[in-house]
């Protein structure tokens, strides 16, 4: 195994041995490479203001993703360049065109979160040839600005591609790059001591498992989107980290004729050509999940063994009759996904196994056949679900063949209305069994108050949920005197 991480630093090679395991790249810019311009505002995902870029060498293209740097571990850029805001102007001052058009459209007010737009921008710049204003604001969510400057800042989002280049990140210096990160790419593990700590990255799956076996107690690091919390806000020390993210096996996506399989390492930006495609509710909700920092780095299978009742993945994966396949030593075994939590933050994963795959049923194409999730929150974007509910509906002749419900803010876990389920199981898709089934639902759950909503307005709005999906599923004649209903 090797002993020695190497990346870019802009266009400056790094290695580094002995080092923090814990170190986040925000802490590492700012204390060792003495880069300020990436700024701490929230320590934990949200603001944006410590947004930097990574330059990734995939299939020998160069491939560009925003991160938050507060919550990603410095060992985690092995193999990668890290591009800073002071990595944009060329060698003679001129600026990028992103930093110009800043400049020109007055982007830039206290200046604080300045740096994380430009690198956001930066990044949506190398991903188009020109700005649609929708995908600029959603590129932009992550990026907050509290001096309400947002309107030049997409003003200078759409004038940046009009401006001419700097040299910087054109053809011939990519090239050299990608020379570059040639030169430190690695095919043996990675294993890093430091003190008390320990940081492996292994790239076999059969590796990864021996190394759970002997490190029950490690924690897994995928994205790192919510284990990065428990350092930077928690101030915890994690003793043992494993990565799974050169674990090729992991990162696998398929779409088969009966099913899609993702693997437990797949990104949230990776599924979401293939979960519109094939799941567009669930992509829909996934647009909300986070921001494209988070979800350049957050996995599905991070988000489902993390096994928050609040999870977004977990009820649309569930309404979908999505199951698991667990890897061990000891073999192997697969479990429908609503089996797979127990209780609040406790899954069905023993000490030494894994979550490896997401096999996610497809949908039949008949005009009976729904799906759809909708997530409760006081924010659009960037929020927390006080609740989310995902329904999946089949019906014959008006009558319902198969239905599953599922919410995610009900209970201590991700968890299925199996009572009103079993009520509206083979009754005709109306009005009336609808709204009984509301009375029903309403009592199924227990949830707690707390200061995203009280416990009755998450049943109240569980309730209205279910009628939501009626009136989108339903037709005209079974609509009857449903609009005092709205």
């Not at 299939?59 to 002071?86: H, S, W």
Request: aromatic content about 8%; some cysteine; hydrophobic content about 40%.
């Amino acid at each position: 195994m090797r002993n020695t991480i190497r990346f870019l630093v802009n266009d400056e090679p790094r290695e580094l041995r002995s080092i923090d395991t814990n170190l986040t790249v925000l802490q590492y810019l700012r204390s060792v490479e003495k880069y300020c311009g990436t700024k701490e505002g929230c320590a934990e995902g949200d603001c944006g203001a410590c947004t930097v870029v990574l330059g990734e060498l995939r299939q020998g293209k160069m491939v560009y993703r925003a991160i938050n740097a507060c919550i990603y571990f410095v060992p985690m850029l092995d193999g990668k360049q890290l591009i800073t805001v002071e990595g944009l102007a060329s060698n003679e001052g001129q600026l990028h065109p992103v930093q110009k058009s800043m400049v020109e459209c007055h982007g830039s007010q206290c200046g604080y979160c300045t740096p994380g737009f430009v690198m956001s921008m930066f990044a949506y710049y190398k991903q188009n040839t020109e700005a649609d204003r929708t995908s600029l604001e959603n590129a932009l969510v992550g990026n907050l600005c509290r001096c309400t400057g947002y309107r030049p800042i997409l003003d200078a989002g759409k004038q940046m591609f009009s401006e001419p280049g700097c040299g910087r990140f054109d053809d011939r210096h990519e090239h050299r790059i990608v020379q570059k990160l040639k030169e430190i790419q690695a095919e043996e593990s990675l294993h890093l001591e430091h003190s008390d700590q320990q940081f492996f990255a292994p790239t076999k799956l059969e590796e990864l498992l021996e190394l759970k076996n002997r490190f029950p107690e490690a924690h897994l690091l995928a994205g790192g989107t919510d284990l990065g919390l428990l350092v930077t806000k928690l101030n915890r020390r994690l003793p043992v980290l494993i990565s799974l993210e050169k674990v090729s096996e992991l990162h696998t996506l398929s779409v088969l004729d009966s099913e899609v399989i993702l693997g437990a390492g797949v990104t949230y930006a990776e599924a979401e050509s293939v979960l519109k495609q094939e799941f567009f509710g669930f992509y829909e909700v996934l647009l909300r999940l986070g921001s494209v920092q988070i979800r350049n780095l957050g996995t599905i299978g991070g988000n489902l063994a993390n096994a928050s009742p609040i999870g977004d993945s977990a009820p649309a994966l569930i309404a979908l009759g999505a199951e698991v396949s667990i890897l061990s030593m000891r073999g192997e075994r697969k479990l429908p996904l609503q089996d797979f939590f127990l209780d609040y933050r406790k899954t069905a994963l023993q000490p030494d196994e894994i979550l490896t795959r997401i096999h996610i049923p497809r949908q039949v194409q008949e005009t009976d056949s729904f799906f759809r999730v909708y997530k409760i929150s006081k924010r659009f974007d960037q929020d927390i679900s006080t609740l989310c509910g995902a329904f999946y509906l089949r019906k014959v002749k008006g009558r319902v063949e198969e239905i599953r419900i599922a919410f995610g803010g009900m209970a201590a876990t991700p968890k299925r209305a199996l009572q009103t389920e079993k009520f509206l199981r083979g009754v005709e898709w109306s009005e009336k069994t609808v709204e009984l089934a509301m009375e029903l639902l309403r009592e199924e759950f227990t949830p707690l108050s707390d200061f995203r909503g009280s416990a009755q307005y998450r049943k109240v709005v569980s309730a209205n949920l279910l009628h939501k999906f009626f009136l989108e599923t339903s037709s005209s004649e079974s609509r009857v005197g449903v609009l005092h209903h709205a």
